[in-house]
């Protein structure tokens, strides 16, 4: 009888059961003996008893091939919160790949040692060859949290690399994160300099307008004055990893009241770069005041005689790297754009000769708003600037409109806040705190989550600046009330109202009104789909459940979920389950506050999910009840097929017939079918158990049954190169020959020797398997493998036989891995499951990809094939496993959003039972998408260095899109193409050395290709 | 005061192309120009009509004024060019904080393109956003 299993299968995942032996490829139960067959042709089938489809396909996608990139364990399942600077480079990660990484914080030398296992574990991820020889402690030291930090400095060949430092930090004795900014190691091979440091000096020197006195013995004893210092460096011009100078760094002190520092490129004399770095000038501050008549001490910088806006007292600031007065970095930078705008911008320093700024009030409300916002996000959630990286913080002042006349607003420009003088609504913008914390707060967003500014995401981008502002201006929950001068258009004096959206209106007529439930939401094109107007739904949110909960509570969650949980194209709902899972993450899942996240966002109309329209590709979920079919495989139970519910507790016998692969199911769960181990076909109607041949040629090893049940595919059991198909209304049975597509146009080889899973897609027109290949490597060694491919056998369209064409799953996968076994999830044509073994490793594992993305992911490592199935909702997959005694069992484990990954650990589910087939009874439209055709291209060269070409071998259409993706799925260039071009040239000479892919996309592909960055 | 060129303006130069080839008959139809966004969302819309007049309307408070009038053969000219550049066919949205449109619309009909995110818009959009500019510039 069957029963349910208790326990969880990781306990045997990670507790020393042995993975597969040596050479024993777990594939090898797939293979085939039987050499050949005689048999030509399979006779006419009888239809079998399917339920009619509520609709039946018209149409469908098309299938293409994806990189083989797995989101590996060692990148995306182990370090998280990866940051990335312009360039694409890690700036940041946390978590430990290893345990070896471990130290003893007492011992400086066990914390260096374990600082460069650490390095050496993401060397990959930072393009650092060899940490240990590249990296050289400057400091480390514990700290009163209990958390070890530890600086080191990059070398080359013994060569400091100028501007190459890294922080690795510890706690409880393992390191576990990395920050730092750092430069690929260098690809320079001549490290000896042409010109001495001497003619460096003097190349620098006659640069040098400032008169060089010779100190008097006294001054040069009393200050340590030397004239001139000088190291040999590595040194990257503008930070660029991919100029890479060998260079004299020069510290020249013309007299002792000047300091200059200069860079002369070693090789040729030039002047790479120099600055002042007079120690004499510094920061300053003032008494000065702002727009509301307050007096504030502000923060400003004096250089060369005169003071400017430019605030460089807080702890991001970098002398080192900045350039003052026009190019402070760390530094809060306040501007004066003098009344212009658009192309004819002109920005100006504020500065004055005494420190006095009471002219400007302006600049002194914004200059002061931006330091208060900053030491917010700081104080409060640890955020070191805008970007989290000490990054300037500019405001520009006096910004107009295009006609030149006075611009009433304050805005985000992707770089700065711009502020407007206002007119007749409101007063100059900068005076308002929440404005300016706002506008930052829209800086925030873009370096963390970055929702896409229109829609609901625009909605969400909008609703966390407001939040933004009224944290950090936390006295009310209004917006801009400071500002408004004229209430005929904002009756109640605020420009919005977080705890009442509609703020004295009574519809989207009124400027001031906004929606304060899901049911009130604007539905129109304006406002680039209404993202002022719809933010008051997640505004009211807010409100509530930080009015519940304390708003020093409710900002953590609010921060948290921009950070680790919203992404670009986040909707409502996901912004729920974002606020949710921060506040589980932070006070618990059962707490006070999580409820009242909860509540809140369902007071606004934000529910759990569900209801809402599937994405463009997506099925809608099959409307019936679901349960699972799984085959017995106790040797003391006559059964051999069950039914049961999706929780495994009651089951139903429904076969006493042995089966010789994994049963097929109609989508409707009307049918199954499935081969004996006489090699002949049977049928099971599911409403009755009636069971009967459908074929008694004893000459079948597989068959699928297409969705609707109109067409089965099989398998012969010989080594036949072919999949067979076999249409009930035209009573026809088709063959198709496998092969194996290459990238020359028209070339195919022949080393597919047979098929052996296959599985339907929901159109009915295309068949996804698994073959088995033997061919000779390049080394001309006999190798074999097993591959999946999809192969289109119909054609809606016509209503005919498919052409036959074969597209393989993933280009170029490695020569020692075999992947199989693909099932296509249930509502997401796009993602399959599929087993994986790696003969180098012995590593095997269920994966899925994601064919529209590329994306690739490790859901649970095995230690039999899994033949993996997804539920009905794609939130669970199950699978063949074993238990702790070796025993067949059914497992299952839950999935992430992305159908991809798992979300949790795996578990039993079905005791003595293989090949589960988790299916529903309803029914529903299989699919309803336009034909499409697939639009390819060629990138060349391939690996590239400088410039990229992307050739189109076709008009690629409208909305299309081009990004670059580096190879932990960050996207590192990101454009849209022209309607009618063909060809693009895409600029890499900034991104680090690698691999990445090309992602090309317009409404109805996705195509990703890979190439090499030298 | 000290003029500094930092970086921040190289956001303003946008880039991009396109073609097409199409002309056709525009006499009721307007070139619409202009910006919004912002903390207040309100959006400054001027509409050049095919007569050459000018008008402005702002989404706040919802008032159209007359702006200007440029001679009627250099409307022309600018509608001409806007079909040329197939700047009615093309399609491009990526809005930012402050989003910046060109774009024609008729009685049944608005189409804009609409940049100030992160994608650059097309050059020939913003060029002509540009020359549109130029005559409240002027004024």
Redesign the interface.
């Known amino acids: 009888m069957k029963n349910k299993l208790l326990y969880s299968l990781v306990i045997f995942l990670f507790t020393g059961i042995s993975l597969p032996a040596q050479n024993q490829n777990p594939f090898n139960v797939k293979k085939k003996t039987t050499l050949k067959s005689s048999v030509t042709a399979f006779k006419p089938l009888k239809p079998i008893p399917v339920k009619p489809n509520k609709s039946l396909p018209v149409s469908g996608i098309t299938y293409h091939s994806i990189p083989f990139a797995p989101m590996s364990v060692d990148n995306s399942k182990i370090y998280k919160n990866l940051k990335f600077n312009k360039k694409g480079q890690i700036i940041f990660l946390e978590g430990n790949k290893k345990t070896d990484s471990g130290f003893n914080p007492q011992n400086k030398k066990s914390i260096e040692e374990a600082a460069i296992i650490y390095l050496d574990n993401i060397k990959d991820l930072i393009n650092i060859e060899n940490p240990s020889a590249e990296f050289q402690t400057i400091e480390a030291h514990n700290d009163n949290y209990g958390l070890t930090h530890i600086k080191l400095q990059q070398y080359y060949n013994g060569i400091k690399v100028y501007g190459g430092q890294v922080f690795v930090h510890g706690k409880n004795g393992i390191m576990t994160k990395f920050n730092g900014e750092y430069f690929p190691t260098p690809a320079i091979e001549d490290l000896t300099p042409s010109i001495t440091s001497g003619q460096a000096f003097d190349i620098a020197k006659a640069d040098i307008t400032t008169p060089f006195i010779t100190p008097t013995t006294a001054e040069e004893s009393l200050l340590d004055f030397n004239e001139v210092t000088s190291e040999l460096i590595i040194y990257h011009p503008v930070f660029e990893s991919n100029n890479t100078r060998l260079t004299w760094h020069l510290t020249i002190r013309p007299n002792i009241l000047r300091r200059f520092e200069y860079f002369v490129d070693a090789k040729t004399g030039e002047i790479l770069n120099h600055y002042n770095n007079t120690c004499s000038d510094g920061p300053a501050t003032a008494q000065a005041t702002d727009l509301n008549g307050v007096s504030h001490t502000i923060h400003t910088y004096q250089t060369g005689g005169n003071y400017y806006l430019i605030d460089a007292s807080r702890p991001m600031f970098d002398q080192g790297q900045s350039q003052l ?3 402070p970095v760390g530094a809060i930078w306040t ?2 754009a ?1 009344n212009s705008s ?8 504020y ?1 004055s000769s005494n420190n006095s700024w009471n002219n400007v009030p302006e600049a002194v409300s914004a200059h002061y708003n931006a330091g208060e916002t900053y030491e917010y996000y700081l104080g409060t959630h640890n955020r070191n600037s805008i970007n989290g990286q000490g990054g300037t913080i ?1 405001s ?1 002042c006096n910004i107009s ?4 006349t006075s611009m ?9 806040m ?1 502020y407007g003088n206002g007119g007749n ?2 007063s100059p ?1 900068a005076g308002a705190l929440d ?1 300016g914390a ?2 930052m707060g ?1 800086g925030v967003i873009q370096n963390t989550c970055n929702l ?3 829609g609901e995401s ?1 909605a969400l981008n ?1 609703s966390m ?1 407001d939040i933004s502002g009224t944290m950090v201006d936390r006295d009310n929950w209004y ?2 009330e400071d500002v408004i001068i004229n209430t005929t ?1 904002y009756p109640t004096g605020h ?1 919005r109202d977080m705890s009442n959206p509609h703020n004295g209106g009574s519809s989207f007529n009124d ?1 001031c009104y906004q929606p304060a439930h899901i049911s009130e939401k604007y539905t129109g094109q ?3 789909g209404g ?3 719809n933010s008051g739904i997640m505004n009211f949110a807010y409100y509530k459940f930080a009015s519940v909960i304390t708003k020093n509570k409710a900002e953590k969650i609010w921060y948290k979920s921009m950070t680790d949980y919203l992404v670009t194209s986040s909707q409502f709902v996901d912004a729920r389950v974002a606020f949710v899972n921060a506040a589980t993450d932070i006070y618990g899942a059962n707490s006070t506050e999580t409820d009242a996240v909860k509540n809140a966002f369902s007071e606004v109309g934000i529910g759990d999910g569900g209801g809402g329209t599937p994405g463009q590709g997506e099925l809608e979920m099959n409307p019936g009840q679901d349960y699972i079919l799984s085959v017995d495989v106790n040797s003391s139970d006559p059964n051999t097929l069950y039914i049961s519910d999706t929780e495994a507790t009651d089951f139903t016998a429904i076969s006493q017939t042995q089966l010789q692969q994994k049963p097929s199911i109609v989508d409707n769960g009307s049918v199954a079918v499935f081969v004996t181990p006489e090699n002949k076909i049977k049928y099971i109607d599911l409403s009755n158990y009636d069971e009967e041949y459908l074929s008694d040629e004893a000459s079948f090893d597989n068959i699928s049954v297409s969705k609707d049940g109109s067409r089965i595919a099989v398998i012969s059991n010989w080594q036949d190169s072919a999949i067979w198909v076999y249409d009930f209304n035209a009573q026809q049975w088709a063959k198709y020959h496998l092969y194996n597509p290459t990238y020359t146009p028209g070339v195919v080889t022949d080393n597919v020797l047979y098929a052996d899973a296959i599985e339907w897609d929901y159109t009915g027109q295309y068949i996804i398997y698994d073959a088995y290949n033997k061919m000779q490597n390049q080394s001309g060694q006999d190798i074999d493998y097993w591959d999946v491919g999809i192969i289109r056998v119909w054609n809606n369209a016509s209503d005919t036989w498919g052409d036959g064409k074969i597209e393989k799953v993933f280009a170029g996968l490695p020569e020692n891995v075999s992947v199989g076994n693909p099932s296509l999830s249930k509502n997401s044509p796009y993602i399959i499951a599929f087993d994986y073994y790696d003969s180098n490793s012995d590593e095997l594992d269920v994966m899925a990809a994601n064919l529209e993305t590329g994306d690739v992911g490790v859901i649970y490592q095995n230690t039999v094939l899994g033949y993996p199935n997804y539920s009905k909702a794609d939130n669970i997959l199950i699978f063949n496993a074993e238990d702790n005694s070796g025993t067949e069992v059914i497992g299952q484990i839950a999935l992430q959003s992305n159908k991809i990954l798992p979300s949790g650990d795996p578990e039993g589910l079905i005791n003595y039972g293989k090949w589960g087939v988790w299916y529903a009874t309803g029914d529903r439209e299989l699919f309803g998408v336009e034909e499409q055709s697939q639009t390819h291209f060629t990138i060349y060269p391939n690996p590239a260095n400088n410039t990229l070409n992307v050739l189109f071998a076709e008009n690629i259409g ?2 299309a ?1 081009i990004s670059v993706v580096n190879i932990v799925g960050q996207v590192v260039y ?3 193409l ?4 063909m060809l693009f040239h895409i600029d890499i000479s900034d991104l680090p050395k690698g691999t990445y892919f090309i992602r090309w996309n317009n409404d109805k592909q996705f195509i990703t290709e890979k190439f090499i960055k030298m | ?9 190289a ?2 130069l946008l880039f ?5 080839q199409k002309l056709q008959k525009f006499s009721k139809n307007s070139l619409v120009f202009g ?10 819309e001027y509409i050049l009509h095919y007569d050459g007049t000018v008008e ?1 309307t702002n ?3 919802k008032e159209t004024s007359p ?1 200007t009038k440029i001679a009627a053969k250099n409307s022309k000219t600018l509608f001409k060019e806007f079909l040329n550049d197939g700047l009615d ?11 910046y449109f060109v774009g024609y619309k008729n009685d049944s009909v608005t189409q804009k393109i ?1 940049w ?5 818009p ?1 050059e020939k959009a913003k060029t002509f956003y ?1 020359k549109l ?1 130029q005559i ?2 002027n ?1």
């Open positions: 007065p026009d190019n501007i004066n003098n658009g192309n004819n911008l002109e920005m100006y320093h500065s500019i520009v409109n295009e006609d030149g009433e607003n304050a805005f985000w420009n992707g770089q700065a711009f609504i409101f913008l404005v706002h506008e829209h896409e500014y229109q625009g909008e600046a917006l801009g258009y420009l400027p304006q406002d680039n993202v002022h107007i409208k909305n899109n990101k454009n849209k022209e309607p009618n071009s | 005061m000290n003029k500094i060129l930092p970086s921040i303006l956001v303003m991009g192309c396109t073609t097409s910006s919004g966004g912002g903390i207040t969302g309100a959006t400054t402005k989404s706040l408070t702006v066919t093309l399609k491009f949205s990526s809005p930012g904080n402050m989003s609409l100030g995110g992160d994608v650059a097309p540009d500019i409240i510039n004024l």
